[in-house]
């Protein structure tokens, strides 16, 4: 909850669709791209993209962008003008960079020698400066300040492009791999195929689905496949989780099905690096990374860090709602009762008040209501999933008492965030982050608590690996090792960062 | 959950604010409208409205309608027109009537001989057929279907106006309360008052709360007064809850204080009609009526439940968001662990898919994230707060089958839906009542649950009366009696209806 | 072209259309509405209504209104909304005089106890405050200023309602002319007819159309019949001009077609009093009053001017597009040439430059383009319909000396305006009337002319009744009288004003 | 006015603007850029955008682009937005190529090695299919369809880029001019210069102009210069007309003036090729092309058309508004009488009227009023400056015989058009062009006229040159040649087409 007050965000969803058997198919691959992208909304609102191919030779594509949420950006119209596709991808952004807001939208199309290509994109090239100076020293002008430009100019530019039949797209992609070590999740569509690719580090997730018949869920022939940001996408079209994307892996996914092509190892020694905030906080509740639960993460959490910071009260109680899952988790291993202190009043949103106002005071508490009689004369431990400024828990933890709470302590589920993420996360700078202030030696003071504790580094990666390890021993025998990105808590990035 | 799908809805809320001291005010009357109306936005999406008055002699009104949510229809231009008001009314509704959408907005504003007046209206009058032809007989013409405009010209109708320098209001709005039993919560602005009034039958909630300085919360000068349907609006904009307004009371807000001006008594013998539902379904958690948190309320009904209907299951769960508190107290009773199996998409709202497709059969499925690992294996008891078509509760029991709960048992927080509200809450026809259908007989099994049970009428009652009595004995002695509408379960109206 | 500026404007046009033969008609009435009211947004630009009726007993009206343009008021969904009428009225509005917008919106539309009406009007009441007071005080509420609704309450007043079933709306109309002589062009729309209703001064304009077969346009069995403010729609909807209205007179018009039912008389000795401005500048130049084309009349005025103020000069022009028909009266009465110095650059309209910049000094150039070619190095007579403020005209002359004429005179095809119109037109206060200012005796000094010359109250109505008069003998015997308003020029008001 | 109907139009303009004196400039050069845009909206109404540079090292750009009219694209924010450049560059653009609308808005930004470049560009390439494919062998993908893009990335392109500090734009200007003969007016902005490029043949128009000070129109030291498609723009931001950018000249605009920087030659032998319906139809009567005013050319086409086509008839009229100029010459050359007999409604715009219905058929007749007592019982000449597919005037003379003329011929003041352009006009194919098929044989008796005459190549060719003759021999030394293109008329285009 903090997260959406302070600027914290994911960069990117992407998300396809590819439908199998006959071409044109009978799936509605407009809808189900729109529907999946709705779908990864959480990961960003500020514009959305779709492009479909009919796959043809040579294909039509058909496009649409546009800024707001999915729901803003495509009307009806935009659907009806989307709908022959029989394959396509799609992409919903949180921030703006570059000088044109709707020409950073994703998903990005060229036309190359090769034929017309699209690319989407989630992530943040952590060598992107040099790689647009290479790029431009060729003589390639950029339009955009996004690296999925940055992406399809590098696919289109090396090996030089020659009028061949078939195009070497994969030589094409791996040589992209080698160019840049991360962070990408990314889909390339060309024609009749989406190549699904992850970086060698993992650092951005990437699943996929298989699309069933509504009518018998569990018939064989499949009528299509999905690729996804995150799993929780594949449930509202209909879908089944099938697997991830491994690091480093390109995958075709064609009407013929899923084919692994080639897993571009990582540097000798280096570990995974999934990014482990996607657990913390990013990643929907009901998305699976690496054959666990979100949702089971979160609560381990919890209980680990009731493990590590218990309390004397008579509650346990939840931020609504990310923090839910961590609040039941520490109320569990606690056995202290759980109790609900706060409702979301869901319609907040904008109301346009002018900033210099009385009421602007009251900042956080127009959004959530008191549920006064489950709290007042008890003591209370209030969960939080982290805090970033500092500035949004303050009017909440000044409401309990107000209301009557006579103790108010925070516990909060992960580790003090202390350093910029270069790779696809907006996180406020260095200076504004409460963890590099002087407040944060008496943070309860400075928020108003009677207590703050956060979750260990240690805790925090152990609750999120002890559900992997098991997984690991009885289903994916090509997960040889496990490695999780913690930078912006410990700074110590996956990769030497190039300035 | 179930209300959303099916088209329950609530149909009005109304607010009003007075300035306290010196006039012009310091206080951004329209800003506390504006907020206020949105902590009442569950009560009405449709429109939205805002009077303010200057309160001179004669006074300036200030007027703005528009059609969708408050945040949609009051854009920083139309706050900022309506900034000079004193005092003001305004009214968020649910459901259209008559033959001019936007004309129906309110609050209903007219000129009269004695001055302009405003009416926020929630309610339904019983009687409003013979009241139009009444109106229509003395000659005048109704340009909307609202119940709104039928009483601002009832109270200008009789007594015959005449040019006086005091006209008694207060006369004319007790006949009013003559002429109309119920249901009304109203509000009425004339230049520098409010007039808050609630029909003798108390059928539509009303509550006043103190308007405290911000930054010195226990001060003892108040800023200003307000009244609204529901008391979750005054934490969001400063405000402590003072008081309800009694059935059958007439309450004169000014700059000076709050005054009872009368209580029109009911017939002899008569109870007490306060809509049940309010506390079932229709308010927010954090609201109080009759001296109980609504939350309380549904958490009582969810330990009676499970004292009614038990079940031998390994966890409880909720259909999020409104069926949580009874499911807390359905797991506190019954000493079964509380677990979370859902997890709502908040961005699925409306997106445009074509209405006959594949992926409309999916239906609730897109508004649910399943989460899997809490209960695959287990059997699950879902508490849900009505049941009244029966067709969205269906998907959800399939979806929790297919994730692997192997027994899914549904309890109901509150009685059959049987008959119709002709008292200013819209449910469907007789007809589309899952409880009026030949399948009712077998429910569990045509929706596919392993067992359901409803909590009794008798159950409901007396959850929702058992903290009433004790409040009343130590609180308000002027509450002599108490009663509820159950008209819907029931049949049983709290006045003769006229066709 | 000064009126633009100067905004002076007339207040509404209004429209009706019933179609003919079998019902459910084949014609689209609410395209007729549409078309019908374009050709008449000259007259009105901020909102438009149309109400259609499909004449059933009881009727169904539909309704739609917005504001602005017809063109933007008027989506595809709404005028589908509206398709199923069998006639139905319009109106497109200017001005906004009381406290809500859209409510101003016509046509008005209540219910009464005969059932719905609709009325839509074009003018002013001259005495509507005594009659708001008098409706008032009969006990009902006005909700907005508009004088539409207080058409509607009076018709619906008096003489009492009582449950007939064949309600007698001509007398209730009739009653309403006794009430107030003017200003007002009524179209009444009841069930399966609409009264056409001119007041006995004729100040308003209306007119009848016959509606024929587009393909066989000389048909004899009509296919509908038109009543709109001026014939101009009439073409667009491939209608015939078929007679005005006459002052005073009630014309019903049903599917049976066009019947005259009474004629008011004006008290003894008045003249009618047609607003003389109609011709000068309002209406569009291919309409038709009192049987004469504006555009001739125009013409005619253009000619006079020529006689009663020559100069001596090389060429004469016109400010586009209003004052051609004056030019070019004037170059054929001088025998000078005609030519064109300015162009209008028809795209300007609004654009968003902040207030107090350099370029507002442009001023009105931004919207003409001067044909330097044609008149540099001579003498130009500049022909405009009238000067209100003055403050346009003058960065034109500027124009044009800068371009290289030698001098540059200006005539003025209408006398100077003086005095405020309280019978339907905007006009600026009387102090802000360049003809009420000092400047005004060094006129041409002021606006930087070589002479300036205005054309004669006598001068104009001689060109005006000069073509009637011919008319009149020939086609009209019923038009006993000729006489119009010219009360902004002479202060002479037709009658007397209450204040 | 035929071309509207016929969808034949300009596809774009440009305007440019660089403040003089002192950085940062007191001139507001977003609002000079709209303005200027705005006065060139005839010539793109499909989008519009605008790109502002501050000038420094390294420059920052301000951009936004918009679809739609400049008033619709150019909100006050957008332009509040842009409001600290010290030059800019703007583009409107009429018709839609490529995958993508918006991204196709111009003027296309890039990033260069050497730093960011806007362009903005009129006209079409003739070879882009080759240069198209010669920059994507090179490994840049496209992603538009746009020419501006590829002119882009050709100047980026060779020779090969390297990190100079002061980079050889020019040098890039000239390699790109001799790769693409035509059609091309260009405004390539870099840092602190507008570089203005016309091709070798000069086929689309570019003028610069001198913005001088607005309160002291005649002072020395000017405010800024200007560069747009058309000088008509000049005079609604107060800039004097300064000269042409002659073809095959680089004009370097900078803050400290213009300089021809270099004039690339045409192929031996090769004449001038500007369009010669930039005078027929195109541009605004009062823009001024190789020394002379279009109005006037178009007034020499009349007058020639009545020395070739005389007719025996009582009146001269127009098709308003673009054939007025016409109607006048051909008046004054055969001494008959100009009379107006339509006038325009201008409010018609879009009204959404469902294609097959009854008013469907009514077509033009919508969009004109008949002046009937004009022309009623006379023989009428109507004078239009093309006839593209025939299908429009044939209502209007409809119009005219129903109003009572006696007869109706029919003088085209340019030739029939018979072929496609394929420099930068939008015009219909082949075989929807009148001229192109059986029916012209017979074209009056097709349209319905009494007879139908064009004006020849010849005269059209000597009624454009008879003006620039003269004017080169008095003013312009360095124009050697005058030639125009005549391919649309005569199949003649000025350079071998490639395929």
């Known amino acids: 909850m903090e997260f959406e007050e302070s600027g914290i965000g994911e960069e990117c969803g992407v998300f396809g669709c590819v439908a199998a058997g006959e071409w044109p198919t009978q799936l509605e691959v407009a809808q189900v791209l729109t529907l999946g992208l709705v779908a990864l909304q959480h990961r960003g609102q500020e514009s959305a993209g779709i492009v479909t191919s009919n796959g043809a030779s040579p294909p039509t594509y058909t496009s649409h962008k546009g800024m707001g949420l999915v729901s803003t950006a495509f009307a009806p119209e935009a659907l009806l003008q989307l709908r022959y596709g029989n394959l396509g991808i799609c992409h919903t952004r949180y921030s703006t960079t570059g000088f044109s807001e709707l020409q950073n939208c994703q998903p990005f199309v060229v036309d190359t020698l090769h034929g017309r290509i699209a690319v989407a994109h989630n992530g943040e090239l952590v060598n992107s400066r040099a790689l647009r100076k290479k790029v431009m020293r060729h003589g390639v002008g950029l339009s955009t300040g996004s690296d999925s430009e940055l992406i399809t100019q590098l696919l289109a530019l090396t090996p030089p492009m020659e009028e061949l039949d078939t195009p070497d797209w994969v030589a094409r992609i791996k040589n992209l791999m ?28 990437l699943s996929i689905g298989r ?10 022939d499949t009528e299509g496949w999905v690729v996804s940001s995150e799993s929780c996408s594949f449930q509202s079209i209909g879908a089944k989780y099938y697997r ?22 990582r540097p000798e020694g280096d570990l995974p690096a999934f990014c482990i905030f996607e657990y913390v906080y990013f990643a929907r509740p009901d998305s699976i990374f690496e054959g666990q639960m979100v949702y089971t993460v979160r609560q381990r959490c919890g209980r680990q860090l009731a493990i590590e910071a218990p309390t004397d009260v008579d509650l346990v109680s939840t931020v609504p709602e990310s923090a839910t899952p961590a609040a039941l988790g520490y109320a569990q291993q606690s056995g202290l009762p759980y109790t609900e202190v706060l409702c979301k009043n869901r319609y907040v949103g904008r109301t346009f008040i002018q900033p210099n106002t009385r009421l602007r005071q009251l900042g956080v508490a127009k959004k959530f209501g008191v549920l006064t009689d489950n709290f007042a004369g008890k003591r209370v431990v209030l969960i939080d999933d982290s805090i970033v400024r500092g500035n949004t828990i303050s009017p909440i933890i000044k409401l309990l008492r107000e209301a009557g709470a006579t103790e108010v302590h925070i516990r909060v589920a992960s580790p003090p965030i202390k350093f910029p993420c270069y790779m696809g996360i907006n996180i406020p700078t260095k200076e504004e982050l409460i963890a590099n202030k002087p407040e944060f030696k008496d943070i309860a003071g400075y928020i108003g608590a009677d207590s703050v504790e956060y979750l260990t580094v240690e805790g925090l990666v152990s609750a999120v690996q002890e559900g992997i390890s098991s997984f690991q021993k009885e289903n994916v025998s090509s997960y040889k090792e496990v490695g ?3 930078a ?10 190039e300035w």
Chains 1, 2, 3, 4 share one sequence.
């Open 211 to 220: 699309l069933v018949p509504i009518s018998r869920l569990h018939k064989e």
């Open 488 to 497: 912006c808590l410990t700074g110590k990035y996956p990769v030497e960062l």
């Open 178 to 205: 080698t160019e840049t070590p991360t962070s990408y999740s990314l889909l390339i569509m060309f024609k009749d195929v989406i190549y699904a690719v992850r970086d060698p580090y993992g650092n951005r997730p």
């Open 244 to 265: 991830e994307v491994l690091p480093g892996e390109i995958v075709q996914i064609s009407r013929f099905g899923v084919k692994s092509l080639s897993v571009i190892p």
């Open 484 to 486: 999780h990105c913690t």
